[in-house]
């Protein structure tokens, strides 16, 4: 479908058709767990600071519904595309399924520049989004969460012009939000937690002592910070991050609580003082243990993946690694990889808790929170690990066909209406 013309959803589905390959699922099958269900494109109009009027595009791809409502983020970003964002729906689906989330997957995204916004002006733009996507979402039809350019504050207001429309608090529509308002402890640190966790794993899968383990984590965001902070609990030690605005290393290891104070205050990781400046291109090819990608996707290509010199390949963010880079790290058997679809599940795992203690107005505590996500990825990596044994597949081919199996068995049963 030309709609969805994009690299990133190009290389969603060369993944896809290699799982159906080895599926071995019939053509007839294909195309409609392939393409999305259902796809809006959205004009966001609102008052700029200044008093004139500027609209915005805006996008929501709701990739099935087989399982039950779709689940996925919302992102600011001036790059953002209707095949970006299909694609990202495409990879929701199958962590969904994967991890035993009864979701179907969909993204969403706004193209725009947060960061030369003002709050008012993201305010703005939040509301009249959500309110132009009230017809296609709802707690059992389509639920929302942060991603890229959003966070607690973004989904504050989408629940409250949500609930507006409903005339009562509907806390269940979004996830992710402050944990005031109906949020759920562990959310925020989810994804995070969750790639420290299933790197720690991955650790005693191929050998490595924590403690004597070095670090680099590209993307400093969110999702890379708690990473970062949460690997460092292990034993391990950080030696680079990066950010938009470039990255920073100390060989003798970052002093991440410097660094936390240091970004607070500055919003970049740069100019930090016990560091040397290093650029996104040089820190994927540092010597580490554990090479963490948490920035954007398609940033480990075929030009840059036989010079990676990591033993673990974590994939915090979505799609980091292109289908071409995927065949030269098959190559290289002293790199094992944590696929996306499973190292950055902690995200909607948690999130599937918050509107699951929403739905039943009654909370948990963050201590059960934690020990549920773990059992959850502990479930899923042992599930992948066995596959790629077993059939001598990759991890990340191991991960997707289980996921596309299960959705592929969900239509099956459902059968095709009318």
């Not at 065949?327 to 948690?350: K, M, S, T, W, Y």
């Amino acid at each position: 479908m030309e709609i969805y013309d994009h690299p990133t959803f190009h290389m969603a589905c060369q993944q896809f058709d290699a799982v159906a390959d080895l599926l071995e699922i019939p053509a007839a099958e294909r195309d409609r767990l392939k393409f999305p269900k259902r796809s809006l494109t959205v004009a966001v109009p609102i008052k700029l600071d200044d008093g004139s009027t500027k609209v915005f595009p805006g996008y929501r791809v709701q990739h099935h519904l087989t399982l039950g409502p779709t689940k996925g983020g919302l992102r600011y970003h001036p790059d953002v595309t209707l095949g970006e964002v299909a694609a990202l729906a495409m990879w929701m689906s199958w962590k969904c399924a994967l991890t035993g989330l009864p979701y179907g997957g969909a993204k969403g995204g706004i193209t725009c520049d947060p960061g030369k916004m003002s709050r008012g002006e993201l305010e703005r733009i939040t509301r009249r989004y959500t309110q132009e996507m009230i017809p296609f979402i709802g707690p059992q039809i389509d639920v929302m969460a942060p991603d890229l350019g959003t966070n607690e504050q973004t989904m504050a207001w989408m629940m409250d012009t949500y609930s507006m429309h409903e005339g009562h608090a509907v806390p269940s529509i979004v996830t992710g939000k402050p944990v005031s308002i109906g949020g759920s402890l562990g959310r925020r640190e989810a994804t995070g937690r969750g790639v420290a966790y299933l790197v720690n794993r991955a650790t005693d899968t191929v050998g490595l002592d924590m403690s004597k383990c070095t670090a680099v984590v590209q993307g400093y965001g969110n999702v890379g910070s708690i990473a970062a902070l949460s690997l460092a609990r292990y034993g391990a030690k950080v030696i680079a991050v990066s950010d938009a605005s470039g990255g920073i290393h100390n060989a003798k290891g970052l002093d991440l609580w410097k660094l936390e104070k240091h970004v607070a205050a500055k919003k970049s990781v740069t100019a930090f003082p016990e560091s040397e400046p290093i650029t996104n291109e040089q820190l994927l090819l540092l010597p580490c243990e554990i090479l963490v990608p948490a920035a954007l996707e398609r940033q480990i290509t075929e030009v840059n993946a036989a010079q990676i010199k990591c033993r673990i390949l974590a994939e915090a963010a979505n799609g980091p690694t292109t289908p071409e880079a995927d065949a030269i790290i098959a190559q290289r058997p002293e790199i094992f990889v944590l696929p996306d679809v499973l190292c950055n599940a902690g995200g909607v795992v948690v999130s599937y808790f918050e509107w699951v203690q929403d739905l039943q107005s009654f909370f948990w505590g963050e201590t059960e929170i934690t020990d549920k996500l773990f059992r959850i990825l502990e479930t899923a990596y042992t599930q992948i690990l066995a596959a790629s044994r077993k059939q001598k597949i990759s991890m990340r081919l191991a991960a997707l066909s289980l996921g596309v199996r299960r959705v592929q068995e969900a239509k099956r049963i459902r059968g095709l209406f009318p």
